[in-house]
């Protein structure tokens, strides 16, 4: 194949991936089913997507570093460029929290305990025009919202495991039932009047009940809506655990890190090499390097940033996911270093994990 006929296959693949990813992404905001099991179907479309192109024109794998040999020293670079980073990664997300994000640092091991990771994300339709009461989580923080449109008003009982101190926003008013001083388990929230909303956050307990009361008897009960999918519940039960970082941790493997590797820096960017090894050698140059960073490592790392950056998340672009280019320069040195996604994978996804085991002491 000619120089142009590889760099077409490279983009033309790129573009078609991309729009699949985007496409899942879009649904998820309106399928509950594809939000449930979008890293999945995203992870099946890179794999499956570097996989056919390399069967089409059949290719070894080893030749897109997809192979087991030499193990031992990916393993090695991927570890030790963790280690690296980490001090380094520790000070700038500090400061981007802090500075940039304005949020306030507080570290306590408490906030390791995170709720259910189906509760996790705002839903799309709190808010909407509807009466109900939605329950999310963000982090380690429980949050309750209230809405009326105008029926009879209910009461929205608030329970939890140890004593704490709700904060709210909008016209909610919330009254202790136990305790003294506002220090209470059990918590009474009411919204101001027939036609308002308001929500409530609950830091603290480590389990939490909430169910709804009508004002008067015989008065229609409320529908409750949890988590981001709004999954109609008679009533909310939810105790916070460790259990999302073994989840989470297998999930960046599986289905982020791995998929994301094996297509990025296994396939693309191996077809990218040759096709800049293939023009340099049609026009008679030496292919240059400069301290092990080719022109396909900057290539593909522009494409691994664009491809986060168009992605909606949560239904809107997020332009500082544009930043991964960075990381991903490294990722495709490792994998030009070793000759394997291993190393990059390993790195990739300790990458993401520091960040998410940042995350939870910004509030």
Known sequence: MTSKALFREAFLVYLAVLVLVIIAAVAAGFIPTVADFLYAIVALVFVKSAQRMMDRHNHENERFGLTWKGWPRGVAYGLAFTLVTLPLFSLGYYWWETQVLERHFEYDAGNYFQWPTELAGEPVSWGAEATGVWVWSDKSTLNVGVRNKGSANNVVVIEGDTPFVPQRRGTVKAFPVDGTAGNARVWRVELDDSRSRGQIIVRGPKSVDVRIE???????????????????????????????????????????????????????????????AKRAEERGRKNR???????????????????????????????????VFFPSLLFGWLRRRTDSILAPVIYHAFSNLMVIFAAVHFF
């Open 214 to 276: 009508p004002t008067v008897e015989g008065n229609e009960v409320w529908p409750l809506y949890q988590g981001r999918n709004a999954k109609e519940k008679e009533d909310f039960q939810a105790e916070r655990s460790l259990w999302w970082i073994p989840l989470w941790v297998a999930t960046q493997f599986l289905l982020i890190a791995l998929p994301e590797e094996y297509f990025y820096r296994g396939w693309l960017q191996t077809r990218l090499e040759e096709a800049f």
């Open 289 to 323: 390097t400069f301290f092990g960073f080719s022109a396909a490592i900057l290539v593909a790392s522009v494409l691994f940033g664009l491809g986060h950056l168009l992605v909606p998340i949560g239904g809107a672009l997020v332009a500082t996911r544009m930043s």
